[in-house]
């Protein structure tokens, strides 16, 4: 029998996680347009949450877009994937840990299902459900983007505001890729702490 760099007649589910600006996006956008070109059935979601660039699209930090359907919850995709065969799911850390069990019964049913998300928040804990997503994957990418202060390899998101919450949504205003050495979640820039953000 031939040896098979991928599955056939079965589903799987493909991980890619990183921190902030380390082009999960754009590697979830290039693999769903592959799947499109192969002339396959593909669908995006996002959680409707993520509001930051556009409500009806995925759209990465270099402005690549994609297409989406905004959800609530996970379970939602169930309800709405009909007979897609390929599904993409963007800002995963956005969902709880229902998406496994969402993702789980996807791949069951003979779908590939491309997950991205962050895999830490700003203080560097794990952020679920990207890490039970690793653990259920077949393949997991890890992303790494640049280290604004040095231009390391970057592994973590520093926050640039003051906030406690875990959820702050945001971008280059907010946020910067860093590496080991140079992320410090109890450190911010003190000229943005009164930076207005969507919720005030
Ligand atoms: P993610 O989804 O992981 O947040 P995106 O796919 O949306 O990332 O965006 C990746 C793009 O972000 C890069 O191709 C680059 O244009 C831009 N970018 C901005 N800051 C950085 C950085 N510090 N390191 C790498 N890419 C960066
Ligand atoms: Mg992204």
New binding site residues.
Partial sequence: MMPRAYPVGTGWIEVVC????????????RRLNRARYATQRVVMYKPAVDTRYASDDV????A?RYPCRPVRDATEILRLVDDAQVVGI?EAQFFDNSLVDVANRLADDGRRVVI?G?DQDYRGVAFEPIPQLMAVAEYVTK??????VCGAP?NRSQRLVQRDDRVVLG??DTY??RCRLHWDPERFDPRQQRLPLDDE
Wanted: aromatic content about 4%; glycine content about 6%; overall charge negative.
């Fill in positions: 990183g921190c902030m600006f380390s082009g999960k996006t754009e590697e979830l956008i759209v990465s930090h270099s690549l963007d991205a962050l992303t790494l983007a640049v280290c604004m970057a971008a280059a910067e890729a």
